[in-house]
């Protein structure tokens, strides 16, 4: 019988002095990127070293982010990583941990808050028609002022009401017009 992250605790993964990662649940040898998609889906792990036992589900997770920052997937600014290594040795070092994690949730409610705001509020109405229109017009603009982007380069917009001899400024204009209206009406159905 297979245990269960949330029945039965957490998954408790073996780190040899190989640097290999063993999973009792599964009975199998894991990578980091196996760890990292297991964090994504919310499945709780703790990681010992299999020599002593101790818990070094910290470093290990330090490494995947670590990692993570490597590949080119920056989530850290470099600011924001200064800032935290200056607070080591800070009377404010104890206050850190709680605050980031605090921090955290409140971001993750926040989003999650957010996006079903949005998926209700466009749902099978005539708004979601313009919501998807308004986000390909602004992808087309963005793409257009990309660095190096030629003129003939941006995705075709969807039809305009208006005439095609339009300006950039113009186009600016009236994008900025549509998403503040889609704003109105999104604050009108909250």
């Known amino acids: 019988m297979k245990k269960t992250a949330q029945t039965d605790g957490p998954v408790i993964i ?5 640097r290999r990662l063993y999973n009792t649940e599964s ?5 980091l990127d196996h760890l990292a998609a297991m964090t994504r889906e919310g499945r ?7 020599k002593t036992d101790e818990d070094i589900t910290h ?3 330090t490494q995947i982010i670590m990692e993570e920052e490597a590949r080119g997937q920056t989530l850290l600014p470099v600011n924001f990583l200064r800032q935290l290594i200056a607070l080591y040795g800070d009377s404010m070092q104890a206050m850190v941990p709680g605050y980031l994690e605090a921090s955290m949730d409140s971001f993750r409610r926040n989003q999650e808050q957010f996006k079903s705001a949005v998926e209700g509020a466009f749902a ?9 229109r308004n986000l390909q017009m602004f992808e087309a603009a ?3 002022f990309k660095p ?3 003129p003939g380069s941006a995705a075709p917009a969807p039809p305009a009401a208006a005439a095609p001899e339009k300006s950039k400024d113009d186009e600016i204009a009236a994008l900025k017009a549509q998403l503040s209206a889609l ?8």
Do not use: M
């Not at 704003?183 to 909250?190: I, P, S």
């Open 44 to 50: 709780d792990f703790k990681v010992v070293d299999a």
């Open 148 to 150: 190096g982007a030629s």
């Open 124 to 132: 099978n109405s005539p708004f979601a028609e313009i919501a998807k």
């Open 142 to 144: 963005a793409e257009a």
């Open 59 to 61: 470093n290990v997770l």
């Open 14 to 18: 073996k780190k040899y002095a190989n």
């Open 27 to 31: 009975s199998s040898y894991i990578t």
């Open 183 to 190: 704003k109105d009406q999104v604050d009108k159905l909250g």
